[in-house]
């Protein structure tokens, strides 16, 4: 019989939000080094729901050490890991290697500091990073209050205040300011050089 969400929740819902990180991420994670979308979940949780970080160890371990057979698996019973490009007979180690890491972060209180720009302005194209930032200065020129630039921020998907001491506002223009700077590492056109 299948698992009712409330069951599935309560034995799989955390390992479920560690394993979606690794959406279109390489799981390349080390015993030494955890990998982006690891380090990724881990910024998340610290910075919203810390005591999410406990359970999720606990499913990782349990899932490594009795990973379900087939019979459970198409009986809807478990949990199925989705492709994360590792072999079958890698997965095991892999989890335990990822619950290792979060209770190595949980132990230590090492928290990634929050880097959501910085994370997206490194992964997209120059662009896109311009036109955000056009669309971010635009949204500023309505010369909205603050509570309107909160409600916006809110329907754009922000499921978090911005840092403190920033307002809603205030923040907009820091992530503007931010984005406008040019990287480094920035592609801007093509290579010239041969």
Request: a negative charge; proline letters at 10%.
């Amino acid at each position: 019989m299948p698992l009712s969400p409330f069951e599935h929740d309560r034995r799989h819902g955390e390992l479920d939000q560690v394993i979606r990180a690794y959406a279109g991420e390489p799981a390349d994670d080390t015993p030494d080094k955890p990998s982006q979308a690891l380090t990724a979940y881990l910024r998340h949780t610290w910075h919203t729901r810390p005591w999410a970080l406990a359970t999720a160890e606990t499913q990782l371990r349990e899932y490594a050490r009795n990973p379900p057979g087939r019979l459970r698996l198409r009986l809807g019973e478990f949990y199925v890991i989705p492709d994360v490009g590792l072999p079958e007979q890698d997965i095991q180690q892999w989890l335990s290697c990822l619950a290792d890491h979060i209770k190595r972060s949980v132990e230590t209180g090492a928290a990634p500091p929050p880097a959501t720009v910085d994370d997206y302005a490194a992964g997209i194209h120059p662009q896109l990073v311009a036109r955000l930032v056009g669309e971010l200065r635009e949204l500023l020129a309505l010369d909205l209050d603050e509570s309107d630039h909160a409600l916006a921020v809110a329907e754009l998907g922000m499921e978090v205040d911005p840092p403190a001491p920033y307002s809603p506002g205030a923040w907009l223009t820091l992530v503007a300011e931010r984005l406008e700077s040019p990287r480094a590492d920035a592609d801007y056109g093509p290579d010239t050089a041969h």
